[in-house]
């Protein structure tokens, strides 16, 4: 049984950091694709960062690059993603999702929603201005 939990979200203010973070168990984890998104009422959901199964390879919207950054711990099964320098517009729910990738794709980053397979319940993120 795959599982994505997500941790970390809360309320905070304008400026301030979270963490949060994705707990993923029941696949291989090291050689999964991890991305993370949002969705923010009545707004289509947004990709906000992915990481290749290697690690080597991150990437992002401009709406979110240099405040946020995503890892991984292949060890520990889990993806994280640093907020810092949030903002009101930042405000949605969050999850984390998976996606196989294989040997030749180790480098791989995948920003679309539908290429991921398995998603987390997401967590919420608000930000008060």
């Known amino acids: 049984q795959v599982q994505l939990v997500e941790s970390g979200g809360g309320l905070v203010q304008a400026g301030d950091s979270l963490r949060l973070s994705c707990a993923v168990s029941?696949?291989?984890?090291?050689?999964?694709?991890m991305g993370w998104f949002r969705q923010a009422p009545g707004k289509e959901r947004e990709f906000v960062a992915g990481?290749?199964?290697?690690?080597?390879?991150?990437y992002y919207p401009d709406s979110v690059q240099g405040r946020f950054t995503i890892s991984r711990d292949n060890d520990k099964k889990t993806v994280l993603l640093q907020m810092n320098g949030l903002k009101s517009e930042d405000t949605a729910v969050y999850s984390c999702?998976?996606?196989?990738?294989?040997?030749?794709?180790?480098?791989?980053?995948?920003?679309?929603?539908?290429?991921?397979?398995?998603w987390g319940q997401g967590t919420q993120v608000t930000v008060s201005s």
């Open positions: 990481i290749s199964r290697d690690g080597d390879t991150t």
């Open positions: 029941g696949v291989t984890f090291s050689t999964y694709a």
């Open positions: 999702a998976a996606t196989f990738s294989s040997d030749l794709s180790s480098h791989h980053v995948y920003p679309r929603a539908d290429d991921y397979g398995f």
